[in-house]
């Protein structure tokens, strides 16, 4: 059981956790050309290791039996959350427009929530569901730009089908994550989790450079990196893992919502977009329909 304290830290997290996501977006949008996708994915989970496991080591040296028991599940944790919810982002960002990416993601919170309902037995009433309906409602709002007719105009091509398996391959991991015990806390086992996304992502980064798209060091290719490991990465699942613990699956996936607000900051102060009504509107939509969600 949650202690107080610990469930206005995870409250809290609900509104900072995506705006440490959201640096993803400008990664994604600055990679190509600079950095191929397997090698970003691989290389910010591998930082992320080594960042996080500076302060988790001595749990993890002190239960490896638990390391091997629980092996299985970090490399198909990993698997998801790092391979795929990484380097399939950056492959498909490539490929698909930024409003086609948000419409796919949006419907992950309201698949988790599903899948929680059923799976998890984890009890969602009426007001939580409401809560989707308007979050997912101030999502689409910002995203066909407050012009509802827009939706028609959404066309399916091969980046849409990768952010497709990124947005399955993210409810999968958020309710395994759920589902699966584990002898380590939440920092060792993300830790664990990110070494077996490394191992799963080996191959596929080398025969990415083999074959289609080699990669060069630079700078900037560093600094993506490290941005990518640092906020997006490390950061941000830490405390995705943590909201879990303490709010649930079915509300914590409400936390995707916000990245079009963010999203939205984000492109006005780095990339000089501007901030239109239907984002207000949106924002307020969003936040209600979180308030609901997370409610007792």
């Excluded at 610990?6 to 409250?11: G, M, Q, T, V």
């Excluded at 970090?74 to 795929?84: H, I, K, N, P, R």
């Excluded at 191992?199 to 450079?209: D, G, K, M, Q, R």
Aim: proline share 4%.
């Amino acid at each position: 059981m949650a202690t107080p304290g610990e469930r206005r830290l995870a409250l809290a997290l609900v509104f900072i956790a995506p705006a440490l996501w959201s640096v993803n977006y400008l990664v994604a949008r600055w990679a190509p050309g600079v950095i191929a996708p397997h090698m970003l994915a691989l290389a910010r989970w591998a930082v992320a290791v080594l960042l996080l496991g500076a302060f988790c080591w001595r749990e993890i040296v002190a239960k490896r039996r638990d390391v091997v028991a629980e092996g299985a599940h970090f490399l198909v944790l990993g698997a998801l959350g790092m391979w795929v919810c990484g380097a399939f982002v950056y492959v498909g960002a490539r490929h698909t427009s930024a409003v086609n990416i948000g419409l796919l993601y949006a419907m992950s919170p309201v698949l988790i929530a599903l899948a929680s309902s059923i799976w998890l037995r984890e009890r969602f009433g009426a007001w939580q569901w409401l809560g989707v309906a308007l979050a997912l409602g101030g999502v689409v709002h910002i995203l066909i730009r407050g012009h509802w007719d827009a939706l028609a105009a959404v066309r399916i091509n091969p980046g849409d089908l990768w952010i497709a398996v990124a947005v399955v391959s993210w409810t999968a991991y958020s309710l395994l994550l759920r589902a699966w015990p584990s002898a380590f806390g939440a920092l060792a086992r993300l830790t664990l989790i990110a070494g077996g996304g490394v191992i799963v992502l080996l191959p596929f980064t080398l025969w990415e450079a083999l074959y289609w798209l080699p990669s060069t060091l630079s700078w900037r290719s560093a600094g993506l990196v490290l941005a990518a490991a640092l906020l997006p990465g490390a950061a941000a699942y830490a405390a995705y893992s943590f909201m879990q613990r303490v709010l649930g699956a079915a509300r914590v996936g409400m936390v995707l919502y916000l990245g079009p607000i963010y999203s939205a900051g984000i492109a006005w102060l780095v990339l000089g977009e501007h901030i239109e009504p239907f984002h207000f509107v949106g924002a307020l939509s969003i936040l209600a329909g979180i308030w609901l969600s997370t409610r007792r």
